[in-house]
């Protein structure tokens, strides 16, 4: 069974708390260096969780130890698994004020109850899938075709229109224009970034993709489509996407491809607090 998790984690504003200790202990020399670096509290321990969580997840999902895995960059920095063989496998880390996600193909079988499953319905505004394709797919013939990105923004966050008029394709600035509420143009420009930045962190290129290349449909749905504007960016991938709420008061998107097959991976979201918690 393709399965993709995201898993939430909580990231504390000032001093490290019990999940940035926990992901500080599967840091190497080098991470706590980088780590060290960052001035504000607040941004060392996204760095910290981010990277922390990730060797966790990959480590236990591969049965490795979490300090044995060795990461590399994409060309536009987009970090990678490179090492040992048995760990590599797409993953994706985003953060914002108090929260950090980490997407991460998966295909084991990991204890039920390791921590909580939220009960998801496509319906329900999550991203829950009980369909998961063909059941032939092997998953070892699709990882290296995988692509996934995540993104994730506050509910609370300012938003300016100019930067939707600047930035979006013109079918999403004209979805924005339909708004009748700030609160409600607030929201759906949020639901439009996070689409659009998870699309640019799962194909590797980040900002170097232009914004309004590409146009999102369907946009008040939880499953929206893509429609790509530019002929650079059509390779012929069938894209998923997803848009949920981890948590109250944050809006995330999920961005997944493997490559031209149409076989739907399940998408299930987890609790990395409570996980640190066992």
């Known amino acids: 069974m393709i399965r993709i998790r995201i898993w939430h984690a909580t990231s504390s504003p000032t001093e490290a708390g019990l999940v940035e200790r926990a992901c500080e202990s ?4 080098d991470e706590r260096v980088r780590a060290d670096r960052f001035r504000q509290p607040t941004s060392r321990n996204q760095h910290v969780i981010g990277r922390g969580m990730a060797r966790r997840l ?36 985003a953060h914002t004020h108090g929260l950090v996600l980490c997407g991460l193909f998966d295909t084991s079988r990991i204890e039920e109850g390791a921590a909580k499953v939220d009960s998801l319905d496509v319906g329900s505004g999550y991203f829950g899938s009980d369909h998961v394709g063909s059941d032939h797919v092997s998953s070892d013939h699709v990882t290296d075709r995988i692509k996934l990105g995540v993104d994730v923004e506050g509910l609370d966050r300012r938003t300016d229109p100019a930067i939707a008029e600047r930035f979006f394709s013109q079918p999403e600035i004209r979805y924005l224009q339909t708004q009748q509420s700030d609160q409600s143009r607030r929201v759906a420009f949020l639901r439009i970034w996070t689409l659009k930045e998870s699309f640019i962190k799962a194909i590797g290129t980040g900002m170097a993709t232009p914004l309004a290349d590409f146009a999102f449909e369907h946009i008040d749905s939880d499953q929206p489509r893509i429609r790509m504007l530019s002929d650079k960016l059509d390779q012929g991938e069938t894209w998923q996407f997803r848009v949920f709420e981890p948590r109250p008061g944050y809006i995330a998107a999920a961005a997944v491809t493997m490559g031209e097959k149409t076989a739907v991976p399940n998408m299930l979201l987890h609790s990395f607090d409570e996980l640190v918690d066992c």
């Open 26 to 29: 599967y840091l190497n020399a």
């Open 58 to 93: 990959i480590g236990e999902h591969a049965g490795i130890d979490p300090t044995q895995i060795r990461f590399d960059l994409e060309p536009y920095g987009k970090p990678f698994v490179c090492d040992p063989p048995q760990a590599v496998r797409p993953f994706n880390v």
